[in-house]
């Protein structure tokens, strides 16, 4: 368990607003907030829980007003720590809602650590482990895509499928070691082909949850797009179309872009990072190289490439080089100024990356762009059907991975009539993955290293 003593935080961002949050929480949030805070119609009196209080901050020592605020009360456990919680609204001031938290801190409370306040929901049963996750993945989801992911998981849908697995696994568990516990009653696996058959199934429900990671994964962290070519062949102009703003500067001057720029877009709901490149070719500049080199480097990390072509000029070595770069990698082959006469082979671009589709645009006018924002989704998403259950978290990847693998080595034991002993020592250690996705069992480090990466004041 924890201290059960008062944490506080400012729970809304840094900065300037109407309204900032000071949250307090633990078995002195009440009479901590009876000190400082005075309702509007005098005593404070009984203060009803899970209603809005108006009154005032005072300093209790030189009885000086603060602020005029609102006061929620939420005593436990019908609060989002299971504690008896404090909400004081104040004006968003940084000065004030820090002198807010100060007369709190005086009072009694201690600063809250990085994420204690859903670290204590999680301890005191409010949340399980991938719930109290999910908070964070809904803090920081930036597209709805994201934000519909996390949520789900916080109203429990992927707990609920790792715990209904877990039902179907303890139904096997109980037959293997009522064979072990009862060899009198010949019921020593019996059943083995079907026994089998119900491990293999758990298997494979398994195996399907793991393969929606990548495609999760890419709402949870986004997908890293190269915009990649030769020099003048309009990446920039392209970078600068997608984004709907010039954000680098475009030139005819070859070599103009020579770091990597980096911005956000969103495709439908899919969060995409691009990366505007330096443009490919042989140079003795020694910074244009550095860029070029960067250019290869980033082509070979991103989830996609776009290798833009100059389409009113005819193939050049550059191109051929590019394009043999990045064969096998992902992506789609952007023909640029559509709106000049065609001075390209398009069917030897097929015929050379035939793995790639070619989407024709004019980065200058507009033309073709919608049709290359979906052509990118559809090939970053794989063109998936999204699964019922998406796992977004590599620990839950990791603990499904060696439930699985556990599942396996069980299903082979009774296949080569093992001893039941051994079966379920499988069994056993499947099952203690499922559990360590949702926390039923899980280690202090598991929870410090999960809660760290959380704001304060949540």
Partial sequence: MYKEDTIAAIATPVGEGGVAIVRISGPEAEPITRQIFCRSRGKNGNLRSHTLHHGTIRDPETGVVLDEV????????????????????????????????RLVLACGARPAEH??????????????????????????????????????QVRGELSKWVGELREELLDILVQVEAAIDFPEEEIE???????????EALRQKIVAIIASYEWGKLFREGARVCIAGRSNVGKSSL???????????????????????????????????????AGIRATEDPVERIGVDLSLQRAAEAEAVLVVMDG??????EDRSILDAVRGKKGLIVVNK??????LDLNWVSATAPEKSLIQVSARDGIGLDELKHALRELLLDAQ??????????????????????????????????????????????????EEIIGVVSSDDILERIFANFCLGK
């Fill in 189 to 199: 696996l019996l059943q083995r082909e079907e026994l089998r058959g119900k491990v």
């Fill in 338 to 343: 559509s709106d000049l006469p065609l001075g």
């Fill in 239 to 277: 970078f600068n179309a997608l984004l709907g703003e010039k954000r680098v500067i475009v030139t005819p001057v070859p070599g103009t872009t020579r770091d990597v720029i980096e911005e956000s877009i969103n495709l439908g709901d899919l969060p995409v990072v691009l990366w505007d490149t």
């Fill in 70 to 101: 609102l006061l929620a009360l939420m005593r436990k456990p019908r609060s989002y720590t299971g504690e008896d919680v404090a909400e004081v609204h104040c004006h968003g001031g940084p000065y004030l809602v820090r002198q807010v938290l």
């Fill in 385 to 434: 059907t999204e699964s019922p259950i998406v796992l977004t978290n590599v620990r839950h990847k990791a603990a499904l991975g060696r439930a699985g693998t556990s599942l396996a080595a069980a299903v082979r034991a009774l296949v080569d009539g093992f001893p039941s002993e051994l079966v379920a020592v499988d069994l056993q250690a499947a099952k203690d993955g499922l």
């Fill in 115 to 152: 994420g204690e306040f859903t670290k204590r929901a999680f301890l005191n049963g409010r949340l399980d482990l991938v719930q109290a996750e999910a908070v964070l993945d809904l803090i920081r989801a930036r597209t709805e895509g994201g934000m519909r992911l996390a949520l789900g």
């Fill in 312 to 317: 009113s000029e005819s193939v050049s070595p």
